[in-house]
Each structure stands twice: as C-alpha cells, then as structure tokens.
Nanobody, 120 residues
Framework: VHLVESGGGLVQPGGSLRLSCAAS????????MDWVRQAPGKGLVWVST????????YYLDSVKGRFTISRDNAKNTLYLKMNNLRPEDAAVYYC??????????????WGQGTQVTVSS
C-alpha cells in the first residue's frame, strides 16, 4: 500500500486548496478512505471519510460546508477540496486507508502528509 498526498501550501484566510492522495498497491475502489490532520503540537484529528460506490460521506463539524471529499476510482485518487480556509485549519493533512468499506473498519495505512498553512 502506498499513499502520496499533494496539493498543500500557503493560503490566506478565506482561500482554497485541493488536496490529492494518489493510492497504489491495493484495489482502491474497494476501500473506505479518510482524511485526517495534525496541527503543530496536537494529536491527529479525523476530518472526513468517503466510501466508494455510495454517496456516503461524513465530515468533522468544523469543516462541514467548507470541505468536500471525493474520489476518482479510475485514477485511484482521493481528493479534499477546502474552501474558506481558516487559520485553525492549518495542519499536516494525511490520507488514510481503512481495512474495509464500512465505518467500523480501522485505518491501516497513511501517507506522508501534506502541509497546509493558512496565514495572511
């Protein structure tokens, strides 16, 4: 399993970014995928989850209405579109694979992360 995030960077408050996670080494469409983040000095925080084949997605309350998770199974890629970014969204963002399709499956692989900085 190999997960590679990209798309992070420096953005002003109110700005937008789209993160990507290129997956390989497993049948991407069969697995639920998540985004998690870690701010400096803080623990990992779950952000969003997406299941292939069904329009079932969930979000951390603080990002609802601003972030959109999506996936392209043909490209084995997971996305996170982030709009109206706030300073508190600054973190390293990781994509994670769960070991099944359901919400009751644990995450079992993570990428190296991509840094998102929100500052004026």
């Amino acid at each position: 399993v190999h997960l590679v995030e990209s798309g992070g960077g420096l953005v002003q408050p109110g700005g937008s970014l789209r993160l990507s996670c290129a997956a390989s080494g497993f049948t991407f469409s069969n697995y639920r995928m998540d985004w998690v983040r870690q701010a400096p000095g803080k623990g990992l925080v779950w952000v969003s989850t997406n299941r292939s084949g069904r329009d079932i997605t969930y979000y951390l309350d603080s990002v609802k209405g601003r972030f959109t998770i999506s996936r392209d199974n043909a490209k084995n890629t997971l996305y996170l579109k982030m709009n109206n970014l706030r300073p508190e969204d600054a973190a390293v963002y990781y994509c994670a694979k769960r070991n099944g399709a359901g919400l009751d499956f644990a995450m079992d692989a993570w990428g190296q992360g991509t840094q998102v900085t929100v500052s004026s």
